[in-house]
């Protein structure tokens, strides 16, 4: 299936901050405050969010500083902006309905307590069932199981649903209509709005004698090239100009999938359809369609991956592809519970640090040491960043580099040979890629102890373990050898062995990096 690059009518940047701080929080240098309104408020990242507008903005994708608003001076729901106001009928201003792009900063606990009228304007904005729209929550996460949304203050996935729906989410559902007229939510799209085929991704041209390649389609209104907007339908009601008028209209040019559509009527009716859930691309495309968890472990737990894209990513019908427990994987469960359906949520196993594009990733090898007391210290030794050419190297031997491990092994060899594994080495697979843990001639007493006494002492977080052979002589009654297979995830790009300047053979592992590598760490979910 060919990517779709979704072109979102509406992205609202909410950045949590918080009332809750503390005084080494205060001492940190890291930590960045904000007065509003005679409080004072913790946010780390309040430099970002200007930087975080001028990327979209840079992104040809029709946000321009006309359609965009960044409150990065005061906390939402305290604000008097004008565009934030509802009518009398609670509808969204007609300031606001204008605009594509919104950044603001939110108090978590203002956002846990009470329905706010300016946070419930944006909520409705993001809710619109005519428009695709985006919600990214920035702030700090944890892996564990407990942990919520925090900047000081904390609020739980499901506490967080809970605000949103209190001050106005929903999803339309869509009902059955006449697929010879127009397409669900169907909406003129102006040119200003689109440079790019929404189809083929293709950017439009001009002809030799001035016209323009680009085309609206007639039932939903979306800007394709020629080649994607070939299909010809009659068409009882069709969109034919930029106020949303409608005509009947023969032989009106229309998208692919308009097309087929209305091709597969009788044997499909259009609102009987069930959604490709977890496929881009799939018709379920207006509302809040995303929501991008832009924190830390918001797709992991503790020591566990979730699945990655890539080369080998998760299939397209999956649905959840957070581990289970994580912050990701508990919004779900609270966007179902309210009937939230067809969102896909998005999350990431790693951060890019700051607005250099390089990727904080430890590659998820702890080897043991002799220092197993001070855990900090060793996973501070055992940690490196993407900065330059992101590599990690480790001691080629099943013992890392404990001298207390090297003594038992030594120890078994002269007090029990005959249960012995025959290699301490930490090889290359016959993959190329993977690693072999030690060999051993197929006594299964060795091999249980090189993996409980050794392997049992490494973290390779995110790594496939599992028992394979390295080699065996033709003769039936030939020895077999055995290994611990341990195959890289897919952050690992090339693993070597190469002699230190000691002479001492190590691992070499090779990170990906760069800010479109960072894509392939999201994992996500549709609920």
């Not at 946070?119 to 942990?147: E, F, M, Y």
């Not at 293709?202 to 016209?211: D, L, R, V």
């Not at 209305?262 to 369609?289: I, T």
Request: charged share 25%.
């Amino acid at each position: 299936m060919d990517k779709v690059t979704t072109n979102y009518n509406r992205y609202l940047d909410l950045h949590l901050c918080s009332s809750t701080y503390t005084a080494e929080d205060e001492a940190d240098e890291d930590c960045n405050f904000f007065n509003h309104r005679g409080s004072r408020y913790r946010y780390d990242f309040i430099k970002d969010m200007q930087a975080q507008a001028n990327y979209r903005g840079g992104k040809d994708e029709g946000y321009s500083g006309g359609n965009m608003r960044v409150l990065d001076s005061s906390e939402l729901t305290h604000s008097q902006k004008s565009f934030l106001r509802l009518t009398p009928q609670d509808e969204i201003s007609q300031e606001l309905s204008r605009l594509r792009y919104v950044s603001c900063l939110v108090s978590i606990e203002r956002l846990g307590s009470g329905t706010h009228p300016q946070l419930r304007a944006l909520v409705k904005w993001i809710s619109d069932p005519c428009t695709t729209n985006k919600l990214r929550i920035n702030c700090h996460g944890g892996g564990d199981s407990q942990t919520g949304f925090w900047m000081g203050g904390q609020i739980s996935p499901q506490d967080f649903v809970e605000a949103l729906v209190r001050h106005g989410l929903t999803r339309a559902v869509k009902t059955a209509q006449n697929v010879q007229g127009l397409a669900h939510n169907a909406r003129w799209k102006r040119d200003s709005e689109i440079s790019k085929c929404e189809k083929c991704n293709q950017p439009f041209e001009k002809t030799w004698y001035g016209s323009s390649t680009k085309h609206h389609c007639r039932r939903c209104g979306s800007i394709f090239c020629d080649t994607c907007s070939s299909w010809k339908i009659d068409l009882d009601k069709a969109l034919v100009d930029e106020s949303n008028k409608t005509a009947k209209v023969s032989k009106a040019r229309v998208c692919q999938r308009c097309y087929e559509d209305a091709m597969s009527a009788k044997a499909a009716p259009f609102g009987a359809r069930s959604p490709e859930r977890g496929v881009e691309g799939s018709e379920d495309k207006y509302g809040l369609q995303t929501i991008n968890l832009a924190l830390c472990m918001g797709a992991k737990g503790d020591h566990d991956f979730s699945v990655e894209h890539g080369r080998k990513a998760i299939a397209p019908g999956a649905h959840d592809g957070f581990v289970a427990g994580s912050l990701a994987s508990r919004l779900l469960t609270a966007l179902r519970s309210h009937q939230l359906t067809g969102i896909k949520v998005t999350a990431s196993n790693q951060l890019v640090s700051g607005s250099t594009g390089r990727i904080n990733n430890s590659l998820m090898v702890k080897y043991p040491t002799d220092l197993t007391h001070l855990t900090h210290t060793i996973m501070i030794q055992n940690k490196k960043s993407f900065t330059g050419r992101p590599t990690f190297d480790f001691p080629a031997k099943v013992w890392g580099s404990s001298r207390i491990l090297e003594r038992a092994w030594d120890l078994r060899a002269r007090t029990s040979p005959n249960d012995m594994p025959t290699s301490a080495d930490i090889a290359l697979y016959r993959d190329n890629k993977s690693l072999a843990f030690g060999a051993v001639d197929g006594n299964q007493v060795a091999f249980a102890w090189l993996q409980d006494e050794f392997l049992q002492k490494w973290g390779f977080g995110g790594w496939v373990i599992r028992r394979g052979s390295i080699f065996s002589a033709p003769s039936p009654r030939a020895t077999r050898y055995d290994t611990v297979v341990i195959m890289p995830p897919n952050r690992v790009e090339k693993v070597e062995l190469r002699n230190d300047t000691n002479n001492n053979q190590r691992v070499f592992l090779t990170g990906r990096q760069g800010v479109e590598a960072f894509k392939d760490y999201k994992s996500y979910g549709v609920s």
